[in-house]
């Protein structure tokens, strides 16, 4: 095997003979390598646990971006009926921003949630090896010669050692998904600081600078389109009587069904 | 024969699917060099696919090594590219 699965197989003995390195008495040999084993076993469950927590605080940003989408939605067409097209078009286009970041969002946790069941699994297959070295290790301290407790030792220890390099994989691949998941939630929580998906009602009449930056950010496009697309639907319901809006207030409670990022 | 699929576990196959994992293995370098990402990540799914097919998977207190070690499924083209270097616990 020449290709990929050559090389991989050479980093991987490299490894596990990194493990292996072991001292002259096979009796002590065995009973420090169980002990490191149970070590690492406790790092990994604490990277799991890294792991469960940088996905919990994504789920709570997602939870977040959702509400907000749904309240400007529903800001929007209330400035749509009462025809206030410049706070409708600000709405959308926040909402469009937040949708953005929503959809990034999402794919992200699900990328972090494979990343936790492989992690998982390997931990598990990891456990079950450990405990069956711990098992083998006094048969082989009890049966074999010293000569030939070193041939037995290094069988066994293989194959923990292998599972030990696999976990180690699995949780750089989830650690290093985090750390491209820490940029885009630390760009969610800028905007959020920025007041961006705050309640529009709440600002001024004058454009300020968050909607001079969003309006490059969002797809001037979509929201052009939806804005018309409300207009008309709201136009084809009987004109609702104008309204002032107020926080919260509620025509439009039904969850927004396009994505139009 | 034992291979171990990265992150996902080891299973044990038999001598004839050799040849064809062979094959399949220098296409897949193959797309790589071409920097092909589409038939890359088709080819080495396929061969996947033979290993979990054909392969039986070992018990987890199974304490034999892999004869042979292959990338994680979700492995990238750049990742192929470059020398796949498995970081793990076990300090390089």
Not at chain 1, 49 to 55: G, N, R, S, Y
Not at chain 1, 109 to 137: H, M, N, Y
Not at chain 1, 174 to 184: F, G, P, Q
Request: hydrophobic share 35%.
């Amino acid at each position: 095997m020449a290709g990929l699965t050559g090389r991989m197989s050479t980093v991987m003995k490299a490894k596990v003979s990194k493990l292996l390195d072991r001292a002259e008495d096979p009796a002590e040999t065995l009973d420090y390598s169980y002990q490191k084993q149970v070590e690492q076993l406790q790092n990994v469950k604490k990277g799991i646990a890294d792991v469960v927590t940088a996905k919990k605080r994504l789920q709570m940003q997602e939870a977040t971006l959702k509400q907000s989408v749904v309240k400007l939605d529903t800001q929007a067409r209330q400035a749509v009926s009462s025809g206030q097209e410049d706070l409708a078009r600000t709405a959308l286009e926040r909402k469009n921003v937040a949708q953005t970041e929503l959809q990034g969002l999402d794919t992200q946790v699900a990328e972090l949630e494979e990343q936790q069941q492989k992690l998982t699994d390997s931990e598990q297959k990891l456990r079950a090896k450990i405990e069956a070295f711990r098992t083998k290790k006094e048969v082989i301290k009890a049966q074999y010669s010293a000569a030939e407790a070193q041939v037995r030792i290094s069988e066994a220890a293989t194959g923990v050692g292998e599972q030990m390099a696999d976990v180690g994989l699995a949780m750089q691949r989830a650690v290093d998904k985090t750390e491209n998941m820490k940029a885009r939630a630390d760009a969610v929580s800028e905007l959020e600081a920025a007041g961006t998906f705050d309640d529009i009602t709440a600002l001024g009449s004058g454009e300020d600078d968050i909607d001079r930056q969003l309006k490059q950010l969002s797809s001037q496009p979509a929201v052009d389109d939806e804005l018309a697309k409300m207009k008309s639907e709201i136009g084809a319901g009987g004109a609702p009587p104008a309204e002032q809006i107020g926080p919260g207030g509620g025509a439009a409670a039904d969850e927004p069904k396009e994505h139009t990022a | 024969m034992i291979v171990r699929i990265s992150t996902e576990g080891q299973y044990e196959i038999k001598d004839e699917a050799l040849e064809r994992l062979n094959e399949l293995d220098n296409s897949c370098q193959a797309a790589v060099d071409a920097g092909d990402g589409e038939r890359f990540h088709a080819c080495y799914e396929k061969l996947l696919e033979l290993i979990r097919s054909e392969g039986t998977e070992l018990e987890d207190a199974d304490l034999r090594g892999s004869d042979l070690t292959l990338p994680p499924p979700d492995i990238t083209l750049e990742e192929a590219q470059g020398e796949f270097s498995a970081h793990g616990l076990i300090p390089d």
